[in-house]
């Protein structure tokens, strides 16, 4: 597990090219997004450069 995750909160942004935070990945998770594609697709995040997708993916794993 990344340690960034423990430290985020909802206002955190994740994604940087898209502005995408954590509050808004949780959300698209409980909305039923629970891969990484379909987070991308509800969200954009990790489409850009993609340096954020591991960090997408801890997030979607916290949720669940």
Not at 15 to 29: K, L, N, R
Not at 35 to 43: F, N, S, Y
Request: charged share 20%.
């Amino acid at each position: 597990i990344l340690l960034e995750v423990f430290i985020m909160d909802k206002s955190t942004t994740v994604c940087h090219c898209f502005s995408v935070t954590v509050g808004q990945i949780e959300d698209a998770v409980k909305g039923g997004a629970e891969t990484l594609e379909a987070v991308q697709e509800a969200t954009q995040a990790g489409t850009g450069c993609g340096a954020c997708k591991p960090v997408i993916q801890e997030v979607i794993d916290s949720v669940k």
